[in-house]
């Protein structure tokens, strides 16, 4: 399946399948497996693959998918939301340091790597963006993993499109 490119972004594939994009939101370069063949055709992307050996045919969808990320991330952006659940559990935002209060007899610090930002909407709501969709979701996992919901109460850090398995809880006394 081709890659549509939106107007505003160009591509361009140098030798060993250095990949840069650029477009309206920043730059993002990869180098793509060398075993696919990556060509511009006007105004779209085709990725062909030499043969059909398990490994290429993997490896297509995957270069394909990488290129299609790329090329949404400069144009788009992607972004992560998450929500804090728990009294007394919130996030505050100060330059790139995210403080987050969750329970702990210590603030836990965390500051935003390079290409990535995160912004607190409310005490409770973080909303994690970027052009690069792996360090976002990476950001984002390494948010949720301070402190992960629990499936009694639901305290914890979630995604917003996540669903937390609730447990009942202990059984009284007859």
């Known amino acids: 399946m081709p890659i549509a490119i939106p107007a505003g972004v160009s591509v361009d594939i140098a030798e060993n399948n250095n990949v840069t994009v650029k477009g309206p939101k920043g730059t993002l370069t990869r180098v793509l497996p060398a075993e696919m063949e990556i060509k511009k055709e006007g105004a779209e992307i085709v990725i062909s693959r030499p043969n059909d050996l398990k490994r290429n045919k993997a490896l297509h969808g995957l270069t394909r998918a990488l290129l299609h990320n790329m090329v949404v991330g400069v144009s788009e952006g992607f972004q992560k939301t998450l929500e804090i659940n728990g009294v007394g559990y919130r996030a505050a ?33 973080i909303i994690v963006k970027g052009i690069d969709k792996e360090k976002v979701g990476q950001y984002a996992a390494e948010i949720r993993g301070k402190r992960g919901p629990e499936p009694y109460k639901g305290k914890g850090i979630k995604y917003s499109d996540e669903h937390i398995r609730r447990k009942a809880g202990k059984a009284g006394k007859k």
Not at 98 to 106: A, K, P
């Open 93 to 125: 935002k100060e330059g790139k340091k995210l403080t987050l209060s969750l329970g702990y007899s210590h603030p836990v610090v965390m500051i935003d790597p390079d290409g990535v930002e995160s912004v607190c909407e409310t005490a409770n709501k």
